[in-house]
Nanobody
Framework: QVQLVESGGGLVQAGGSLRLSCAASGRTFSRYAMGWFRQAPGKEREFVAAISWSGGMIRYVDSVKGRFTISRDNAKNTVYLQMNSLKPEDTAVYYC????????????????WGQGTQVTVSS
């Protein structure tokens, strides 16, 4: 069992930066692949970024490549999403998730989900 708690969301102007954190409970965090997803108002939840348990495999959705960076610190049971050059279209609730297939963009490959943190980017 893994419990996930996101933090770091907020309101930022376009062009600004935020760093999201996802703290995981449990001693087996290092065995899990981690992902970030987001859901904008009126839209389906979409994949943003994923990282394997070792950090050796990383994947991003095309719309965030070059702007977002996913990383993890297994000693701290935490995964991060550094978001730079934010755009209004990045506005969404951001969720972290834990699963067993490294680098997956599919929601069905993730077994545990956090409650989400709101990111709002003003123009």
């Amino acid at each position: 069992q893994v419990q996930l708690v996101e933090s770091g969301g907020g309101l930022v102007q376009a062009g600004g930066s935020l760093r999201l954190s996802c703290a995981a409970s449990g001693r087996t965090f290092s065995r899990y692949a981690m992902g970030w997803f987001r859901q904008a108002p009126g839209k389906e939840r979409e994949f943003v970024a994923a990282i394997s348990w070792s950090g050796g495999m990383i994947r991003y959705v095309d719309s965030v490549k070059g702007r977002f960076t996913i990383s993890r610190d297994n000693a701290k049971n935490t995964v991060y999403l550094q978001m730079n050059s934010l755009k209004p279209e990045d506005t969404a609730v951001y969720y972290c998730a834990a699963g067993t297939i490294g680098g997956s963009s599919k929601e069905g490959h993730y077994d545990y989900w956090g409650q989400g943190t709101q990111v709002t980017v003003s123009s």
